[in-house]
């Protein structure tokens, strides 16, 4: 009697067991189809170089050099990468600015101007490294300035990266601005207008 007590005691806990066992298996495999994308806030503020924007706070910028070998007045680079390890997912941002001088004289209209920038802004992208698919170039504005820009998929390995490069010509400062940003999430053209909204340039002293 005591024997078979025991028994249908054992037998309760294993069925208990196997019970918690399946409802952590669905737990886990819910999370994993139904991944909340990390939200990008962009609650810090860089200012420098003529121009300033806001940034995740998450994010630790880098300025480097572009045409020489430190960033100043007339050229340079600002990049910054993220990688959310509870999500598995990633964003990168990078920022280059160049002076250009008056559009007057200039070879090319501002279009044409602006078409090249994007070609030149994928040259700085390890295209090496992984499959680059361009979507179609499209047309907004930043500080009433006219921006290109266009989407792209950016897939390697082990990671796949939505991004957008955009391109403007600033009147003021006579420079181009050429703005890269990218995302696990396809929604990057959310995080891509944040930062639009969030820059101002400035006159050369």
């Not at 918690?20 to 609650?43: A, D, H, Y």
């Not at 810090?44 to 910028?61: K, Q, T």
């Not at 279009?111 to 361009?134: N, Q, R, W, Y």
Request: charged content about 20%; some cysteine.
């Amino acid at each position: 009697m005591l024997s078979d007590k025991r028994e249908s005691s054992m037998k309760k806990e294993i069925v208990v067991v196997i019970i918690i066992t399946i409802t952590l298996v669905l737990t886990l495999l819910t999370g994993c189809f139904e991944r909340t994308p990390t939200e990008i806030v962009l609650e810090n503020r860089y200012e420098g170089f003529g121009f300033s924007l806001n940034y995740s706070n998450d994010m630790v910028l880098e300025e480097q050099g572009f045409v020489n070998t430190l960033p100043d007045e007339d050229s340079g680079i600002l990049f910054g990468d993220i990688e959310y390890t509870n999500t598995n997912t990633y964003h990168i941002l990078k920022i280059s600015w160049i002076y250009f001088g008056p559009l007057e004289g200039a070879l090319g209209t501002l279009e044409e101007i602006l078409e090249s920038s994007i070609d030149a802004g994928f040259l700085l992208i390890d295209t090496e490294a992984a499959e680059v698919t361009k979507e179609d170039i499209q047309e907004s504005t930043i500080e009433g300035y006219k921006l290109y820009y266009q989407p792209y998929i950016f897939d390697a390995e082990d990671v796949i990266l939505y991004g957008i490069l955009g391109v403007w010509y600033c009147n003021e400062n006579q420079r181009i601005y050429s703005l890269n940003v990218g995302y696990s999430e396809e929604n990057v053209m959310q995080v891509f207008q944040d930062y639009i909204n969030s820059f101002n340039s400035y006159e050369n002293e």
